[in-house]
């Protein structure tokens, strides 16, 4: 059975470093073709994805995003870490963390929820 | 990037109704398009991938069709758990991107 959990801060600061945590169970990250994307969704709006990292450690970004994001994973711990830079009010949002399988994201957690605020 | 434009915005049906939503790839994807339904407060669930492909679990009256740049998620009898929003996202290249999502409401 796939898992995935997030877990973070669900306040940070204007300015402020993001980091992320998706745990997961149920698949490894080594095995070829598997993936862990993060997409987010600010309250009331569509799903933004953001990055990708794959079981060769490929990683794919957002083109918008791309200078504030770092994805990184431990596969040992069977984990995911994004981490996002400079965060603005604008970043507030439910994060989610996906198994993309081929690069389709087939199973979701259940999302976090982050404020940014001073 | 990929823009990918869905169709209507959102839609008032009835239980029964045949429902049909839109999506519109700003460049040829193949039929690299997959489907979600995103109830309020939950995570999406994949529904349909590679166009026409019925994820493991979804009832059969969802469907869906197209390949290029125009694509179709069809519910063939709108039951009363189908009330959600609908995403399209384009899997043919990184970064992904989504539509805006089609809100499915009860008239």
């Known amino acids: 059975q796939v898992t995935l959990r997030e877990s973070g801060p669900a306040l940070v600061k204007p300015t402020q470093t993001l980091t992320l945590t998706c745990t997961f169970s149920?698949?490894?990250?080594?095995?070829?073709?598997?993936?862990v994307s993060w997409i987010r969704q600010p309250p009331g709006k569509a799903l933004e994805w953001l990055a990708r990292?794959?079981?060769?450690?490929?990683?794919y970004y957002s083109t918008s995003l791309k200078t504030r994001l770092t994805i990184s994973k431990d596969t040992s711990k069977n984990q995911v870490v994004l981490t996002m830079t400079n965060m603005d009010p604008v970043d507030t949002a439910t994060y989610y963390c996906?198994?993309?399988?081929?690069?389709?994201?087939?199973?979701w957690g259940q999302g976090t929820q982050v404020t940014v605020s001073s | 990037d990929i823009q990918m434009t869905q169709s209507p915005p959102s839609l008032s049906a009835s239980v029964g109704d045949r429902v049909t939503i839109t999506c519109r790839a700003s460049?040829?994807?193949?039929?690299?398009l997959n489907w979600y339904q995103q109830k309020p407060g939950k995570a999406p669930k994949l529904l349909i991938y590679?166009?026409?492909s019925l994820q493991s679990g979804v009832p059969s009256r969802f469907s869906g069709s197209g390949s290029g740049t125009d694509f179709t998620l069809t519910i063939s009898s709108l039951q009363p758990e189908d009330f959600a929003t609908y995403y399209c996202?384009?899997?043919?290249?990184?970064?992904?991107?989504f539509g805006q999502g089609t809100k499915v409401e009860i008239k």
């Open positions: 996906a198994l993309a399988v081929s690069g389709t994201e087939g199973y």
């Open positions: 149920g698949f490894s990250l080594s095995t070829s073709g598997m993936g």
């Open positions: 990292i794959d079981w060769d450690d490929d990683k």
């Open positions: 460049q040829r994807i193949r039929g690299y």
């Open positions: 590679a166009a026409s």
């Open positions: 996202q384009q899997s043919y290249t990184t970064p992904r991107t």
